[in-house]
């Protein structure tokens, strides 16, 4: 298995519900990884998990609260979000060690907030 | 901290001749070298990747980068476009530490056309 798999793919959800985005990947990869890409812009990173401990948190606002319940899966919980959140949300993910890979991104969840 | 550099917004090009997609990189440390492919309502393909080794680097679908450490750069190149090759394509840099963190130029736009 070489994939990192995003659902749902597409979500819709209102200023006062709470929703979960899920990525899993089966690669024994030890970084994952919460990408935000705007319409015509670059991904810009969210959080970082190293065994499965957060290692970085580029100043996210508190409505997103990221979750690495095992090696294998990564949660981003959704509360009160704003329309200005909607966005491409990309999870992608990394071997570590002495082994040395590129970054495996999923296919991304496209959510608007209503 | 590393930065990217994408100097062309926009590359329109023929298809079946050539084209290079510029990349400049800035850091103080020890990088690794990624270029991505976006089409359109999808998420990020790994075009190719520098970690070490060969400075000239092979990738899918006939791409190809050179990185040239003392111009701080890891140009994009193909010999001969198709209309498929019609994408957004992100340069994108890493350190090399455990916890890294990829970070994204601005993107280029390639458009082939007949």
């Known amino acids: 298995d070489t994939e990192v798999t995003q659902t749902p793919k597409h979500l819709v959800m209102g200023m006062t519900n709470k929703k979960s985005l899920k990525c899993e990947q089966h690669?024994?990869?030890?970084?994952m990884y919460w990408y935000k890409q705007k319409a015509k812009k670059p991904p810009e990173l969210m959080f970082v998990?190293?065994?499965?401990?957060?290692?970085i948190n580029e100043s996210v606002p508190s409505r997103f609260s990221p979750e690495c319940p095992n090696s294998s899966l990564l949660n981003l919980h959704l509360h009160a979000l704003q329309p200005e959140d909607s966005a491409l949300y990309l999870c992608?993910?990394?071997?570590?060690?002495?082994?040395?890979?590129?970054?495996?991104f999923g296919s991304g969840t496209r959510l608007t907030v209503v | 901290a590393q930065s990217v550099t994408q100097l062309d917004s926009q590359v329109p090009v023929f298809e079946e001749a050539p084209v290079e997609l510029r990349c400049n990189y800035s850091?103080?440390?020890?990088?690794?070298l990624f270029w991505y492919v976006q089409y359109p309502n999808q998420g990020l393909q790994l075009l190719l990747k520098?970690?070490?080794?060969?400075?000239l680097v092979k990738g899918i679908n006939g791409f190809e980068a050179e990185f040239n450490k003392s111009q701080t750069s890891f140009h994009l190149r193909k010999p001969s476009v198709h209309i498929s090759d019609t994408a957004e394509y992100f340069c994108?840099?890493?350190?090399?530490?455990?916890?890294?963190?990829?970070?994204f130029g601005t993107g280029t736009r390639l458009q082939v056309t007949l």
């Open positions: 992608a993910s990394r071997r570590t060690g002495t082994t040395v890979s590129g970054y495996t």
């Open positions: 690669m024994g990869h030890r970084a």
């Open positions: 998990y190293s065994y499965e401990k957060l290692s």
């Open positions: 850091s103080s440390v020890s990088v690794y």
């Open positions: 520098y970690l070490s080794g060969s400075t």
């Open positions: 994108a840099v890493s350190d090399t530490g455990t916890a890294s963190k990829l970070t």
